[in-house]
């Protein structure tokens, strides 16, 4: 099993930036792909951008060019980089990974974005 710990979530201006970490512990050499979501008020869980262990990414269609991921396996950490922020941003953001078969969460880091 693994457990995720978000952290860098926070208050920002729009137009700004914030990065956000995210560390696994745990039985971490069985995880597979890794991602992060995000939850607005009110919306469903949404996919924001995935990275598989050999470092291929992907992104939701509205968010290309504003979000980077990466990942440092070394050190079992994920990053999403969000850059020209909106307030339709705003939401909570999730971490994810997939563990054999199975997906982990971790509790999410609240990220508001001011107009």
């Known amino acids: 099993q693994v457990q995720l710990v978000e952290s860098g979530g926070g208050l920002v201006q729009a137009g700004g930036s914030l990065r956000l970490s995210c560390g696994a512990s745990?039985?971490?050499?069985?995880?597979?792909?890794m991602a992060w979501y995000r939850q607005a008020p009110g919306k469903q869980r949404e996919l924001v951008a995935t990275?598989?262990?050999?470092?291929?990414?992907n992104y939701a269609d509205s968010l290309k060019g504003r979000f980077t991921i990466s990942r440092d396996k070394g050190k079992s950490m994920v990053y999403l980089e969000m850059n020209n922020l909106k307030p339709e941003d705003t939401g909570v953001y999730y971490c994810?990974?997939?563990?054999?078969?199975?997906?982990?969460w971790g509790q999410g880091t609240q990220v508001t974005v001011s107009s």
């Open positions: 745990g039985d971490v050499t069985r995880i597979n792909n």
């Open positions: 990275i598989t262990s050999d470092g291929s990414t």
């Open positions: 994810n990974c997939k563990w054999m078969m199975w997906d982990y």
